[in-house]
């Protein structure tokens, strides 16, 4: 899979694949779109002493990087599962630029070696923070546990609508603890239906910079304590 560096309107650095011409994160700001919906309208919603996650799309490693911050600050565990089927190659882990724009030059250290640990294995990067990456595609993970919120980041529907379907989002679904949350950046119509179809109860939510609204699925219907 070829892909280049970008740099999105917030200056945070994203990859674009250049045979789909899709990009990581959003042009609008890398780093602005991943606080707003998977740490604002997901991780937010949460005040556990142990929260699992589990991202699809672990890519750039934003996210994971973002939610390992806040169970820093917040100093209450996280087990963060992330499946990626096209890892990034460390020339590219090289020209990411978050954690200058964050100001978080400690971090330096465990964002390399959360792209740098073994798949398939747990990884204690920090007390508070247990990393497993699954080296698949979506459509061929089985969770072996239930997970309290999924960061739902694959490639767009218009690039792999695969991804998009009511088997996957009941795949999503059975993988979630009763009251657990699902977000993503994605806002259409069909991907709504989808999720509805399995038993989601689906919230339309304002967008990040750039983009009307994102979606946030509920099991169950109710937003955790």
Known sequence: MKRHIEVTADGSTTL???????????????????????IKNGLYLFNKKELRILEIGFGTGLNALLSLMEAENRQNAIRYTGIEAFPLTAHEIGQLNYLQLLNAPAYRDVFNRMHACPWETENQLTPYFILIKN?????????????????????GAGVQPELWTEAVFNQMYRALDDGGILVTYAARGSVRRAMQAVGFSVERLPGPPGKREMLRALKSGSVPD
């Not at 609008?28 to 998977?38: D, Q, Y």
């Not at 080296?135 to 490639?155: H, V």
């Open 16 to 38: 674009r694949v250049e045979a789909w011409n899709e990009p990581y994160h959003s042009m609008h700001g890398a780093i602005r779109e991943s606080l707003h919906v998977f």
């Open 135 to 155: 080296r698949c595609d979506i459509l061929r993970f089985s969770a072996e546990m239930q997970f309290d919120l999924i960061y739902f980041d694959a490639f």
